[in-house]
């Protein structure tokens, strides 16, 4: 059996029960975060990973960071 059938056969028929009854919380988090999706211009795009290059953390944070509004 080639490593393919092998990962066909695993995805095919998986069970994450024990898994999920296992699975605990990372902790508490004070809300809950949402997907969403916007849509820079690469240029925009690069220069965000720049400042979040620089900043230390990943660019999604930087944005979040930059869009809060208390």
Same mark, same amino acid.
């Given at each position: 059996?080639?490593?393919?059938?092998?990962?066909? +056969?695993?995805?095919?028929?998986?069970?994450?029960?024990?898994?999920?009854?296992?699975?605990?919380?990372? +902790?508490?988090?004070?809300?809950?975060?949402?997907?969403?999706?916007?849509?820079?211009?690469?240029?925009?795009?690069?220069?965000?990973?720049?400042?979040?290059?620089?900043?230390?953390?990943?660019?999604?944070?930087?944005?979040?960071?930059?869009?809060?509004?208390?």
């Amino acid at each position: 059996m080639s490593n393919m059938d092998g990962l066909r +056969g695993y995805c095919d028929q998986p069970d994450m029960s024990d898994a999920i009854g296992q699975a605990a919380p990372e +902790g508490p988090a004070d809300e809950v975060l949402v997907s969403t999706s916007i849509r820079p211009t690469k240029t925009v795009r690069d220069r965000v990973r720049v400042h979040a290059d620089l900043a230390g953390v990943p660019a999604p944070a930087l944005m979040r960071q930059w869009i809060t509004v208390d």
